[in-house]
């Protein structure tokens, strides 16, 4: 049940695809630590430091407290696009390829 080792304490990153990316900004509204939308109006994960990552498939740190708003913003993301992985074996675990 990949849900449920995701609830443990196990540490999580998130991505975007922003091939995909729509740029509404339903993200940034949820989660406004992590994503933020550049000026070229697609939405990038952001660093502990507040900067943007803007490498391809750059992935973050998702913060404990925060894993309940990277999670909505998964799953309402229209394009389907935010991914949300175990670190340790890089399995998805929340977004358009957790099993
Ligand atoms: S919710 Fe998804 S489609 Fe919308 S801005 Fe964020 S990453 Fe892009």
């Given at each position: 049940m990949q849900q449920q080792a995701a609830t443990g304490a196990e540490a999580l990153e998130v991505?975007?695809?922003?091939?995909?990316?729509?740029?509404?900004?339903?993200?940034?509204?949820?989660?406004?630590?992590?994503?933020?939308?550049?000026?070229?109006?697609?939405?990038?994960?952001?660093?502990?430091?507040?900067?943007?990552?803007q490498d391809k498939g750059a992935a973050t740190p998702v913060p404990l407290p925060l894993l309940t708003d990277v999670v909505d913003s998964a799953k309402e993301c229209p394009g389907e696009c935010i991914h949300v992985r175990r670190v340790s074996d890089s399995v998805e675990v929340y977004g358009p390829e957790a099993g």
């Open positions: 991505w975007i695809d922003q091939d995909l990316c729509t740029g509404d900004g339903i993200c940034a509204q949820y989660a406004p630590e992590v994503f933020e939308l550049d000026i070229d109006g697609l939405a990038y994960v952001k660093n502990a430091q507040d900067e943007l990552l």
